[in-house]
T-cell receptor, first 115, second 114 residues
Framework: ETGVTQTPRHLVMGMTNKKSLKCEQH?????MYWYKQSAKKPLELMFV???????ENNSVPSRFSPECPNSSHLFLHLHTLQPEDSALYLC??????????????FGSGTRLTVV | DQQVKQNSPSLSVQEGRISILNCDYT??????FLWYKKYPAEGPTFLIS???IKDKNEDGRFTVFLNKSAKHLSLHIVPSQPGDSAVYFC?????????????WGAGTKLIIKP
C-alpha cells in the first residue's frame, strides 16, 4: 500500500472514552504531522515529528497525546475529549521538515465526533 | 490574526470558463506558496507551488500568479472541468521560520456548473 493511510475513517466517542487514531505512511518520509480541520477554518497544526522525535507542539491540550514509534507510524491518543474537539483530524508526511519544494502528502482523515 | 486569508468561502463557475481563486497574506517574510485541493472525505492533495523569486508558475490547466507588492496570489484554472469541484487551500511558509511551518488559509469551495 502506498501513500498515507489513516484509521479509523470515522469515530464517535463519549467524553470519558479513550481512543487512538492511527496513521501509516509508506513513502519513506522522515517527517509526520497531525492537523485538525474544523469547518471553514484553516488547518491547525497540532504536532510535528521529525525522524521519530517530536519537534513541535502547538499548545495542544494534554487530552491529545501523540506517539511516533517509528518513521512509518504515528498515533494520536485521545482521552476525556470535549464536544468542541469534534473535527476532521488529518495526518500528513513530507520528505523532511525543511523540504520547501515538496508538498505534504495527506491521509484521508478521521472524522471525529465527541458526544 | 490570520496570516493567510482566502476571503471567498465559495465560488461557482461555468464549465469551460476560467476559475480564479484568490489568496492574500500579511507576512512579508513568506517566500514560498502552495495550493492544495481537497475532495470531500479525502485529505488535501498538493496541486501547485510558487517561489517568491517568480511571479508565475504553470502546470497544465493550472497557473499560479504571485504579486509580492500586493501580498496576493491567485490560482487560475483554464478551462474549468467538473472534476475541479473541490475545496482549494492556499498555504505559505518562510525560509526565515526555523519551525518551517506551513500557514494555511481557510479554503475556497469551487463549484463547477455543467
Amino acid at each position: 500500500e502506498t501513500g498515507v493511510t489513516q484509521t479509523p475513517r470515522h469515530l464517535v466517542m463519549g467524553m470519558t472514552n479513550k481512543k487512538s487514531l492511527k496513521c501509516e505512511q509508506h513513502l519513506g518520509h522522515n517527517a509526520m504531522y497531525w492537523y485538525k480541520q474544523s469547518a471553514k477554518k484553516p488547518l491547525e497544526l497540532m504536532f510535528v515529528y521529525s525522524l521519530e522525535e517530536r519537534v513541535e507542539n502547538n499548545s495542544v491540550p494534554s487530552r491529545f497525546s501523540p506517539e511516533c514509534p517509528n518513521s512509518s507510524h504515528l498515533f494520536l491518543h485521545l482521552h476525556t475529549l470535549q464536544p468542541e474537539d469534534s473535527a476532521l483530524y488529518l495526518c500528513a508526511s513530507s520528505q523532511d521538515r525543511t523540504a520547501f519544494n515538496y508538498g505534504y502528502t495527506f491521509g484521508s482523515g478521521t472524522r471525529l465526533t465527541v458526544v | 490574526d490570520q496570516q493567510v486569508k482566502q476571503n471567498s468561502p465559495s465560488l461557482s463557475v461555468q464549465e469551460g470558463r476560467i476559475s480564479i481563486l484568490n489568496c492574500d497574506y500579511t507576512n512579508s517574510m513568506f517566500d514560498y506558496f502552495l495550493w492544495y485541493k481537497k475532495y470531500p472525505a479525502e485529505g488535501p492533495t498538493f496541486l501547485i507551488s510558487i517561489s517568491s523569486i517568480k511571479d508565475k508558475n504553470e502546470d497544465g490547466r493550472f497557473t499560479v500568479f504571485l504579486n509580492k507588492s500586493a501580498k496576493h496570489l491567485s490560482l487560475h484554472i483554464v478551462p474549468s472541468q467538473p472534476g475541479d469541484s473541490a475545496v482549494y487551500f492556499c498555504a505559505a511558509r518562510s525560509t526565515a521560520d526555523s519551525n518551517y511551518q506551513l500557514i494555511w488559509g481557510a479554503g475556497t469551495k469551487l463549484i463547477i456548473k455543467p
